[in-house]
């Protein structure tokens, strides 16, 4: 019994993190009317408000990163035009 509980506490502790983040990030993917900008332009602003001109921001198929050999912050599709809170944070 004690065997299970462990596997089973186990399991839990593995898995329901990231079912919660995937839950919460599609909540908050939805574009909002509240934000102003899109995720390209709060990237940038980021970027020049810290003095990284030289770093651009482009979008990309594989997913939001950073390439330091390219200096270049990569934002998904989605995350590039839209105006939704997980675009623009």
Do not use: C
């Amino acid at each position: 019994m004690v065997i299970v509980l462990i596997l089973t506490s186990l399991l839990a502790a593995l898995f329901l993190p990231s079912f919660w983040v995937r839950r919460v990030m599609a909540r908050y993917s939805k574009p909002a009317d509240r934000y102003s900008v899109t995720g390209e332009v709060a990237a940038r602003r980021l970027l020049d408000l810290n003095g990284l001109q030289s770093v651009g921001v482009e979008a990309t198929e594989s997913g939001d990163h950073y390439s330091p050999l390219e200096k270049m912050v990569r934002l998904s599709a989605d995350n590039f035009s839209s105006k939704s809170l997980t675009a623009v944070t």
